[in-house]
């Protein structure tokens, strides 16, 4: 696995990204983890044995404002004879999806070098059913290694995203076809880029594990990559089935959501999610999965519902485009309430984690 990991770093210098159902690959032929063609030029996944093994991949989840980009990698071994492939990648539509979008500006590489695929039907024999796959043909030779990738962008609540994130939803990443593959999928990194402000990671399970910031976890390894690149790794990963997937809970702080003390939806519409928390006074989500951008805008919510004027650019521009945030000359840090005192503090232990 290590000479696998060093000689693909070393000999391709790629730079990975990735943000969808990368496991929906598979062989045609070598037994496995298939993925046939059946009459009428339809295609659906056979789980059974391969020698061609998934050694290693590498997603990131890209996400911006209103879209988000997807590069992925994925290595893969010939442990047997030589033989020809045909490897898809799935068009589908996230659950409860309000509109159909195709993919856009989708390409695909072997090694480095954009091939050519076809784009057919899911014959809708597959648990999850995809709607097309995008299908290029591979030939291993023996004992011989390949990268694949597929590169695409597409809109949130489209195509495996789940709910759009202007709502309280989740992102999905199918990660349990891969297991279809000879053995186990050897490594798996996941970079979840979070570009945005607003845009809110509030929960995920990954490898059959509610993430749960007060307890240890346990079968896979979570870290902070810089100020908004959150990683999960994870090795030698069996799912229990193809269906297996990560799930990425989001909240998108300018939705609206009505609270104790205003009553007009004029009132709502002007001020933002973290706004509202402030005032609740919640401490009680999670911080841990928030960007330092984000943990910095929700330390300042507090002193910029009092009114107080902000000198940094970055903070001004941003509360002086909220119409409910109103600059006061008599500001004072003594009309803090010991809640939002509590949630400064709550903040800033967070940040010196990151440190």
């Given amino acids: 696995m290590k000479r696998l990991v060093i000689q693909i770093i070393v000999m391709l ?73 045909f490897m898809g990648f799935p068009e ?24 050519q695929y076809i784009c057919r039907p899911d014959s809708g024999v597959y648990e999850i ?24 962008n597409t809109g949130y609540g489209f195509a495996n995203a789940g709910l759009y994130c202007g709502h309280e939803g989740s992102l999905a990443y199918t990660y349990g076809t891969g297991g279809s593959w000879y053995g186990p999928i050897g490594k798996i990194i996941i970079d979840i880029v979070n570009n945005t402000s607003d845009i809110y990671i509030t929960g995920l399970e990954f490898c059959r594990e509610q993430y749960d910031s007060s307890q240890q976890v346990k079968n896979f390894r979570i870290s902070w990559q810089g100020q908004n690149i959150l990683r999960l790794e994870a090795d030698n990963v069996n799912p229990e089935s193809t269906g297996e997937e990560l799930s990425i809970d989001t909240q998108d702080c300018t939705e609206l959501h009505s609270y ?32 330092k951008k984000q943990l910095r805008i929700i330390r300042n919510d507090c002193y910029a519902v009092n009114g107080r004027i902000f000198a940094a650019d970055d903070l001004k521009y941003y509360y002086e485009s909220i119409p ?10 003594n009309q803090l309430t010991d809640k939002q005192k509590a949630l400064i503090e709550k903040v800033k232990e967070e940040e010196s984690l990151r440190k």
């Fill in 13 to 85: 210098s790629i730079k990975i990204f990735v943000f969808a159902d990368d496991g929906y690959i598979g062989a045609v032929s070598g037994n496995a983890g298939a993925l046939q063609a059946d009459k009428n030029y339809t295609y659906h996944i056979i789980e059974d044995e391969t020698e061609i093994a998934m050694e290693y991949e590498h997603v990131i989840l890209n996400m911006y404002d209103d879209h988000y980009s997807v590069e992925a990698d994925f290595v893969f071994y010939n442990n047997g004879e030589e033989k020809t492939v």
């Fill in 92 to 115: 589908s539509k996230g659950y409860q999806a309000r509109e159909y979008k195709k993919l856009e500006n989708f390409k695909t590489y072997i090694d480095g070098n954009e091939v």
């Fill in 129 to 152: 059913g995809g709607l097309n796959w995008y299908v290029k043909k591979v030939n291993f030779k023996k004992n011989q290694f390949h990268l694949s990738r597929v590169t695409y």
């Fill in 260 to 291: 104790e003390g205003i009553d007009k939806m004029d009132d709502v519409n002007t001020t933002t999610f973290l706004q509202r928390k402030v005032e609740a006074g919640d401490t009680s989500f999670d911080l841990s999965l928030l960007t």
């Fill in 324 to 333: 409910s945030y109103i600059k006061k000359q008599s500001y004072d840090e």
